[in-house]
């Protein structure tokens, strides 16, 4: 007999995590509450085919265009300046 144990099925392995909200429109992704410690200097996009169709490296970031990516589904990918990173997936 196989055990399988699923923590969590609706996340992704991510060592390092970290508390990110934001609201997601048409046009951007809005990052909310973002303290000091959550200071997100590097955002990348990846299509499901595992392109980067986006990337910007910056002190505090606090919104993503996204009004220019094609219908599809996406991964974000948040790295704050301690390393810590977030992975989301969105339908746009």
Known sequence: RLRIN????NSMNEPNKFAV?????????IFNGLGSESNIQQVRIYSTLAQQVY??????????????????IYFCEFISATGNKRIIKFFH
Do not use: H, W
């Not at 699923?6 to 099925?9: Q, V």
């Not at 909200?21 to 992704?29: C, G, K, V």
């Not at 490296?57 to 606090?62: A, G, Q």
């Open 55 to 72: 990337a910007v490296n910056s002190n505090f970031i606090k919104s993503v265009p996204i009004q220019n990516l094609p219908t599809g």
């Open 6 to 9: 699923i923590e969590n099925p």
């Open 21 to 29: 909200n934001y609201i997601l429109s048409d046009e951007q992704i």
